[in-house]
């Protein structure tokens, strides 16, 4: 097999995790309650998560105008993405089904009909693999 083809047998063994941002609070939120972000982290933490799936909560994306946000990542050679607008209420099992689909190509990738609804509506970003040859290369 030539070295530049890839093998199929071959897993992607780098991870997938979605990284929560835990201080997210959309805006009309009771400010005495629970953030909704560290509510949706939870939510993930204890939900059974698609093989090769990590979850972690960091303290702000950046995405504050769109709270809950979080962003999907995969390794050196996936596309990252960053979605916003999230409810922990509704949108856990979109969010795990995703992460299944993301975690299944060796990209990141995913068809856009295989995707879920929250994905295709509310993503705010993606972000290139740092493999991906320069558009000037
Ligand atoms: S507080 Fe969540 S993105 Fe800033």
Redesign the pocket.
């Known amino acids: 097999m030539a070295e530049d083809m890839a093998d199929p047998t071959v897993q992607i063994t780098a991870g997938v995790t979605l990284t929560i941002?835990t201080?997210?609070?959309p805006e009309g939120t009771d400010p005495e309650a629970t953030r909704p972000?560290s509510v949706l982290m939870a939510a993930l933490s204890e939900a059974e998560l698609p093989e090769g799936v990590t979850v972690r909560g960091v303290?702000?994306?950046?995405?504050?105008k769109?709270?809950?946000?979080m962003v999907l990542t995969g390794g050196d050679d996936r596309w990252s993405y960053v979605y916003g607008d999230l409810d922990p209420d509704q949108h856990v099992d979109d969010i795990l089904a995703g992460a299944a689909a993301y975690a299944a190509t060796t990209d990141g990738l995913v068809p856009w009909r295989q995707r879920p609804q929250v994905f295709r509506k509310q993503s705010i970003a993606r972000i290139p693999p740092l493999t991906i040859p320069s558009k000037d290369d």
């Open positions: 941002c201080t997210c609070r972000g303290e702000c994306l950046s995405a504050c769109r709270s809950c946000a």
